[in-house]
């Protein structure tokens, strides 16, 4: 059985970091590109991070460049997400999921909630 369970959210002040962690379970982790989403309410989830399996390769969405760091431990089964100078546009339901994500697949997410 597939499980994504994605922590490490909070409440952080507008310039502040936060470490987003991952851990999977079943067969979504071992071999497959990785990646991190966001939804806020009434929008559609959209993609933040992605991942290659090595970890030599990773893609970012432009408004995370620069600023976000995605990265994973594949004896761990665990994915990542080093967030740093945080805007209050990043404030978000964070989730992860193979890349390209499968719909099945969803877990609960992590509220990140940027604000001073």
């Known amino acids: 059985e597939v499980q994504l369970q994605a922590s490490g959210g909070g409440l952080v002040q507008p310039g502040g970091s936060l470490r987003l962690s991952c851990a999977a379970s079943?067969?979504?982790?071992?071999?497959?590109?990785m990646g991190w989403y966001r939804q806020t309410p009434g929008k559609e989830r959209e993609f933040v991070a992605a991942?290659?399996?090595?970890?030599?390769?990773?893609n970012y969405a432009d408004s995370v460049k620069g600023r976000f760091t995605i990265s994973r431990d594949n004896v761990r089964n665990t994915l990542y997400l080093q967030m740093n100078s945080l805007k209050p546009e990043d404030t978000a339901v964070y989730y992860c999921?193979?890349?390209?994500?499968?719909?099945?697949?969803w877990g609960q997410g992590t509220q990140v909630t940027v604000s001073s």
């Open positions: 079943g067969s979504i982790f071992s071999g497959n590109p």
């Open positions: 991942i290659s399996w090595s970890g030599a390769s990773t």
């Open positions: 999921n193979a890349y390209p994500a499968y719909d099945d697949y």
